[in-house]
């Protein structure tokens, strides 16, 4: 099946959509050092990326003339609109890549597209915005006029959604926030995504189940042990529970496997379980696996705990809020993650390297996707259009059977 991957930074959507099937047509990004990222992996063949076409650009300057049969259009358009970090000026703010991506979807007229966000989009500030950016996707071709605000056009929007009247193109759309802890990824990542099949696609999609638990790791290390028995780790070296954690485990112990919904949250001790202490040298070994210094907790800066997911990656370096960038040992020691560390909690392959200094690698990494979570999505996406196109194919031959 043939993609468009928008906005596509290091490549972690792209990755995922590749990973379930897809072959990517184009993949645009404006930022030099990601796209140096991509063309660096292309250039060492690494096989994922090896036919990427890719577009170092604005979105919306992109040629898209001969870009025709695409089946997915996926990307993931500047969260810094939305993000609880920034100033949250939404349709105000330049950087909202959402009438963009509306703008190509409508040109490429795909089967089906996924776009993904930051959980801020869904605060209530953003609730009639929210909802004018999904009515822009179901209404692709119901363009804004000009000098039309974005209210304006919300309301006709509305008024075309509730008529009842067909369009020639339209979408079913899907909007749905998951942690991505919950589907193999050792981060706690709070995403939101938008996916929509073209109203002619009989796809029957609904968004994948979870298929990992925050109470199944809880019963992995506290009720069976089994967790530390793996990580061979002594008694000494456990953390404490807290007084709630405690309550939690208590309740866990008279569930049976099948009752603890899937497997464990996977931890930051379950993804660097093969690699070895970084030093201020690198590893030969290991791809961008090099110490950096300077990491301090305080208050408010603690860093990611070693039994748990990590804390959501950050696309920053020393001054990250909260110290999502740095480990936290069970003895409270810190450190910062090194690149493919960060990439590893990212879900990205190891043989995936990130291009640039260590603090514009894991900006490219704290804006990115988790692979692991795109292939997931994306793979869904796969089967549902594959049944459909085999549901269509099937009409099709039955209406040139002849009338018995």
Request: glycine share 8%; aromatic share 8%.
């Amino acid at each position: 099946m043939r993609s468009v991957e928008l906005f596509a930074g290091a490549g972690g959507l792209a990755l995922g959509c590749e990973l379930a099937g897809f072959n990517s047509v184009k993949t645009v990004e404006w930022d030099r050092w990601a796209c140096d990222t991509m063309r660096e992996n292309k250039a060492h063949q690494y096989p994922l990326v090896a036919d990427w076409d890719v577009v170092e650009s604005d979105v919306r300057l992109v040629d898209w003339s001969g870009v025709d049969e695409i089946d997915l259009v996926a990307g993931g358009p500047p969260c810094q609109p939305f993000s609880m970090g920034g100033k949250a000026r939404s349709a105000d703010d330049k950087r909202d890549m959402f009438p963009a991506a509306t703008e190509v979807i409508r040109e490429l007229k795909p089967r089906a597209f996924i776009l993904e966000n930051v959980r801020g989009l869904t605060r209530s500030a953003f609730s009639n915005y929210f909802s004018y950016i999904q009515l822009r996707l179901a209404h692709p071709l119901m363009v804004a006029r000009d000098a039309e605000t974005w209210a304006d056009h919300y309301a006709r929007l509305q008024a075309e959604h509730t008529s009842g009247h067909n369009e020639d193109l339209e979408y079913q759309l899907v909007p749905t926030l998951v942690n991505a802890a919950d589907y193999g990824v050792p981060q706690q990542r709070h995403r939101v995504f938008l996916v929509g099949f073209r109203s002619d696609q009989e796809a029957e999609w609904s968004f994948p189940a979870p298929t990992h638990s925050y109470d199944a790791l809880l019963h992995d290390q506290w009720v069976t042990g089994a967790y530390w028995e793996r990580h061979k780790v002594p008694v000494s070296k456990r953390p404490l529970l807290t007084d709630r954690e405690n309550r939690r485990v208590e309740g866990l112990r008279k569930l049976t496997q099948s009752e603890l919904g899937g497997r464990p949250w996977r931890t930051v001790r379950d993804a660097f379980e093969d690699l070895p202490e970084p030093t201020v040298k690198g590893s030969r070994v290991h791809l961008n696996h090099l110490l950096q210094p300077g990491a301090k907790a305080y208050p408010g800066h603690t860093g990611s705990p070693l039994d748990l997911p990590a804390k959501a990656l950050k696309a920053g370096g020393h001054g990250v809020p909260g110290g999502e960038n740095m480990l936290r040992r069970v003895d409270g020691t810190v450190r910062y993650f090194t690149i493919r560390e960060s990439a590893r909690l990212q879900t990205f392959p190891d043989r995936y390297e990130l291009h640039g200094a260590w603090g514009e690698a894991m900006r490219q990494l704290g804006n990115a996707v988790p692979v692991k979570l795109a292939q997931v999505v994306a793979g869904s996406v796969a089967q549902h259009l594959a049944m459909a196109e085999f549901r269509a194919n099937m009409l099709a031959q039955d209406a040139l059977q002849p009338a018995l």
